[in-house]
């Protein structure tokens, strides 16, 4: 099965907000859309900006068998003015089913101070939701120490690791890794090398993965790779702390692992499992038997029956599959992925229940749940508290 790092926002030293409340860096219109600040080897500030869309976000708005993607940002002042000679358009074409994949550096004139990046998209001349904002507060390169905010990676072609907002790895065999930058325009004799932490933490803050590692200095600019295992369907914060001699620099970044686009599954290993919660078996079985340049096709016939208001360009559907994945992601998730446990297989089938029930003494070493739906009753119990539940029983045709 496949699985894709969702990257948002966060604070990151680089592009800091400490100390400025009145211009705090915002929220993402669209979790497919990132942006940062590097700097180059002559301290030069630089905006370095990542899109990542699945064919299923492009596909409502796209030609049958290719999409047109313009992408347009401006960067504006703090009083939302575009500054002159501050833009840049480029456009991709991307083919069927294939899903959009862009990073970029860009020098758009980036200064010290405040600004506003601005990103829109078309696609064949529609365009994809609302423009993209995010501010920034660019502080000068000066003699302290920088950390720059991490970034995920995607195996590419079996060989080598890029930079990519969203990242596709293999489950049970790629492991989770980020990349970042280490910025030090005033190395001293103290050492040749940086310290550097790390600790993953899930939604609820407690820590999931953390290690430590020594970098060797590279000059004024020194890239680094961490590799940690990778964590199941939820959100998620890294966070990475550096030092060299006296001197300290932190950031962090917020990401989410989920699926991105349903229709990738189809044959890969282990992924019938979850396709059969969604589609029906006579669905499933006619994925399986086309090659797999027509799968494109019949995957959005298969979305354009579920989509309960065809005149919005959102499938209402895919949205709530996805979210169902994410919930049981984060709170079914044991020694297995939350997706696979008997909980987590109703929840996604099912939705969310009208009541969930404690059932039996409180001291007993069996803790059991009972979860009530229209259709009928789940009680699912957990033998040994290790937080596996079974479905025990219902009254629930096709369970």
């Excluded at 907000?17 to 940062?36: F, H, I, K, R």
């Excluded at 370095?48 to 313009?70: C, K």
């Excluded at 550096?242 to 890969?268: H, K, M």
Aim: aromatic share 10%.
């Amino acid at each position: 099965m496949k699985r894709r790092l969702l990257l948002t926002a966060s604070a990151a030293l680089l592009v800091t907000c400490a100390g400025t409340p009145d211009w705090q860096q915002e929220a993402p219109a669209s979790q497919t859309l990132y942006a940062w600040i590097a700097w180059d080897s002559r301290a030069q500030p630089l905006y370095r900006i990542a899109v990542s869309i699945a064919w299923s976000e492009l596909r409502a708005r796209a030609q049958e068998n290719r999409a047109r993607v313009v992408l347009s940002a401006t960067i504006a002042a703090p009083d939302g003015q575009p500054l002159d000679g501050h833009a840049w358009t480029d456009v991709v074409d991307v083919a069927a089913g294939s899903g959009l994949f862009y990073e970029r550096t860009r020098e758009l004139g980036t200064q010290p101070g405040k600004q506003e990046l601005v990103l829109h998209l078309l696609v064949d001349g529609t365009a994809l939701g609302n423009a993209w904002r995010r501010r920034f507060d660019v502080r000068e390169a000066d003699g302290g120490l920088r950390l720059g905010e991490p970034l995920l990676l995607r195996l590419e072609g079996g060989a080598s690791w890029v930079e990519q907002g969203r990242a596709y790895v293999e489950e049970g065999e790629s492991p989770l890794r980020v990349r970042s930058f280490l910025y030090d325009f005033a190395p001293t004799l103290q050492t040749a090398a940086f310290a550097v932490t790390y600790a993953l933490r899930d939604d609820a803050g407690a820590i999931v993965f953390q290690g430590s590692r020594r970098v060797d200095a590279q000059g004024a600019v020194t890239p680094f790779d961490l590799e940690m295992p990778m964590p199941a369907f939820g959100v998620y914060r890294l966070e990475l702390e550096a030092s060299r001699g006296t001197r300290l620099a932190t950031t962090a970044r917020r990401f989410e692992v989920g699926i991105a686009d349903l229709s990738t599954l189809v044959g890969v290993a282990g992924s019938a499992d979850l396709l059969r919660l969604i589609l029906t078996p006579a669905e499933l079985d006619s994925l399986h038997q086309v090659p797999a340049e027509q799968r494109g096709v019949l995957w959005r016939e298969f979305w354009r029956r579920r989509d309960p208001d065809p005149a919005t360009p959102e499938n209402e559907f895919d949205a709530v599959i996805q979210e169902r994945l994410r919930y049981v992601g984060t709170h079914f998730s044991t020694s297995i992925p939350g997706w696979r446990s008997d909980r987590g297989r109703v929840y996604i089938r099912m939705g969310a229940p009208l009541r969930v029930e404690a059932v039996g003494q409180p001291q007993a070493l069996e803790r059991m749940e009972r979860w009530t739906y229209e259709e009928g009753v789940f009680l699912f119990v957990d033998r040994d508290r290790s937080g596996e539940y079974a479905l025990l029983r219902t009254n629930v045709p096709g369970f």
